[in-house]
């Protein structure tokens, strides 16, 4: 494998990420060259909150300072996300916006079409961020 100048600084910095793994939740960071995969599974409830906050407030750090092109959210197996949990998405968008032009990572979520929630609930976060937000 060929490393890019600053690749080995992404892999070291984005292993700061603590996945979550709970009974009926969980969230983890996989690296894929540049782009970081963030499958999300089960029910994302008032219990998982406050770990999920940490964990994208994690993301967007070292998505930062990795310098990374993408986060692809992978949602096909989250069944239910509350609307708590959803504005942490927004936040972790809103960070992602602060970021410098040429640093700005897209925001990419890959729906799951049987879950007509997550495609209203998607919409909206594409509309608010349409630069940055993708969703398949």
């Known amino acids: 494998m ?3 100048k600053g690749q080995a600084l992404m892999n070291a910095r ?7 793994e709970l009974d009926g939740f969980s969230a983890r960071l996989e690296r894929r060259g540049t782009s970081l995969s963030v499958p999300l599974k089960g029910n994302a409830d008032m219990a998982v909150q406050e770990k999920l906050r940490v964990f ?5 750090t070292a998505s930062q300072a990795s310098g990374v092109t993408e986060a ?3 949602l096909d197996e989250l069944y239910f996300m509350n609307s708590s949990c959803l ?6 968008i809103n960070r992602v916006l602060e970021f410098p032009g040429d640093r700005r990572p897209r925001v990419r979520f890959k729906s799951n079409p049987n879950l007509q929630w ?19």
């Open 2 to 4: 060929v490393l890019r």
């Open 14 to 20: 984005v292993e700061n990420v603590s996945d979550i």
């Open 56 to 60: 994208l407030d994690q993301l967007a």
């Open 72 to 74: 692809v959210f992978e």
């Open 87 to 92: 504005s942490l998405l927004l936040r972790f």
């Open 118 to 136: 997550q495609r209203k609930s998607l919409q909206a976060l594409q509309s608010y961020a349409q630069e940055v937000v993708v969703v398949e």
